[in-house]
């Protein structure tokens, strides 16, 4: 059994930087996948951003790339998401997720989810 608890989440103001931050418990395996998902009031989950939990190598969705880098550290259980020029679209709750089927963003891969953080961005 795996648990997630996601922190960091806030409000800021536009252009702004944010730190996200995902604490793992329970048992991780070297090749899990780990993602950042976010949802919008009204819209559906989207893909953020995804890591493999070994190598380290990510995988964004082209709107993700350059604002927001996701990382992990491995020995402290942890999982993080840098989040630059923040803008008010950006506004959502952000989820962090575990899996086993691939480093991608395919939120049906993922097997545990955290509870979310809430990040809004203000003008």
């Known amino acids: 059994q795996v648990h997630l608890e996601e922190s960091g989440g806030g409000e800021v103001q536009i252009g702004e930087s944010l730190r996200l931050s995902c604490t793992i418990s329970?048992?991780?395996?070297?090749?899990?996948?780990m993602a950042w998902f976010r949802q919008a009031p009204g819209k559906e989950r989207e893909f953020v951003a995804a890591i493999a939990w070994s190598s380290g190598g990510t995988v964004y969705p082209g709107s993700m790339e350059g604002r927001f880098a996701i990382s992990r550290d491995k020995f402290r259980n942890m999982l993080y998401l840098q989040m630059n020029s923040l803008k008010p679209e950006d506004t959502a709750v952000y989820y962090c997720?575990?899996?086993?089927?691939?480093?991608?963003?395919?939120?049906?891969?993922?097997?545990?989810w955290g509870q979310g953080t809430r990040v809004t961005v203000s003008s």
């Open positions: 997720a575990v899996g086993m089927r691939g480093v991608n963003g395919i939120a049906d891969y993922y097997d545990y």
């Open positions: 329970g048992h991780t395996a070297d090749n899990q996948a």
